[in-house]
Nanobody
């Protein structure tokens, strides 16, 4: 089993920044990569960024490339999502997820993940 706890969400104005945290624990073999997803109201969940837990390679959705940065603290078992230049369209519930096995190009697909956190709300006001 794997546990994932998100934190850091909130309400900020457009142009400001937020940093989300995802504390992950449990079976290390079941969390080989961590991804951030978001689900705006009334829309489908979409992959935002992902990182391997023992490899520095990252991947980003085109909509956040250059504004968001995913990183990991190996000692703290925490993955961060630094979000800069936030826009109203970034408003969503943000989830982190852990997966066992995936090719690099499938890391932004929800179907690649086995475990999910409860989410943290991010609201951007214009």
């Amino acid at each position: 089993q794997v546990q994932l706890v998100e934190s850091g969400g909130g309400t900020v104005q457009a142009g400001e920044s937020l940093r989300l945290s995802c504390a992950h624990s449990g079976d290390a073999n079941s969390r080989n990569f961590i991804g951030w997803f978001r689900q705006p109201p009334g829309k489908e969940r979409e992959g935002v960024a992902a990182i391997y837990t023992d490899d520095p390679h990252t991947i980003y959705a085109d909509s956040v490339q250059g504004r968001f940065t995913i990183s990991r603290d190996y000692a703290k078992n925490t993955v961060y999502l630094q979000m800069n230049s936030l826009k109203p369209e970034d408003t969503a519930m943000y989830y982190c997820a852990a997966g066992v096995s995936s090719t690099y190009h499938r890391l932004l697909l929800a179907s690649s993940y086995n475990y999910w956190g409860q989410g943290t709300q991010v609201t951007i006001s214009s």
